[in-house]
């Protein structure tokens, strides 16, 4: 898995939330925030979608966990869905890992990660979210990333 270091800026999103067990509702979720976005004329080669987990399922009731799917955002976009929430992403340094985008690639990366941090001396920064970040670009190559924050 190829990791690096990078210093993400705060920035805006907008996101819609799924509250209930991670899974097959999280890719509902984030399907529902593509087809938001196209309709609104906000997806091009620049788009930046975030997938992102609040909740740690271990920690938390599967019934209690929280998806947010989020589209970043430089100017204030028409909220014209009810469900449609606005929020920021707060500055700090992650470890951003470069994984394939597929399902085998995303499970096995999600069980190493953690574990590869420690090895290298990170801890995690649990006051701030962990993201699977798609860039246009990147998913055209079939790529995507998971940017854990550390401290």
């Known amino acids: ?3 690096t270091i990078e210093m993400i800026p705060e920035c805006e999103i907008v996101y819609f939330r799924k509250i209930g067990p991670y ?3 999280n890719i509902e979720t984030m399907a529902k925030l593509k087809t938001w976005a196209s ?3 906000l997806l091009n080669d620049e788009s930046i979608i975030l997938g992102i987990p609040q909740d740690n399922p271990a920690m938390t009731k599967p019934e209690a966990c929280r998806y947010d799917a ?5 100017s204030e976009p ?3 869905d009810k469900e449609l929430q606005k929020g920021k992403i707060a500055t700090g340094e992650y470890a951003v890992f470069e994984i394939d985008h597929t399902a085998e690639a995303m499970n096995k990366a999600w069980q190493e990660l953690f574990l590869e ?3 290298r001396g990170y801890e995690i920064d ?10 246009y670009k990147m998913v055209e190559n079939h790529k995507c ?4 924050p550390i401290c």
Do not use: T, W
């Not at 990333?145 to 854990?148: N, R, Y």
């Open 78 to 80: 028409l909220i014209n």
């Open 117 to 119: 941090l420690s090895r």
């Open 39 to 41: 309709v609104n004329g």
């Open 145 to 148: 990333e998971i940017c854990v």
């Open 70 to 74: 989020g589209l970043l955002v430089s």
């Open 23 to 25: 899974g097959i509702g």
């Open 126 to 135: 649990h006051s701030k979210p962990v993201m699977e970040r798609y860039a």
């Open 1 to 3: 898995m190829k990791m």
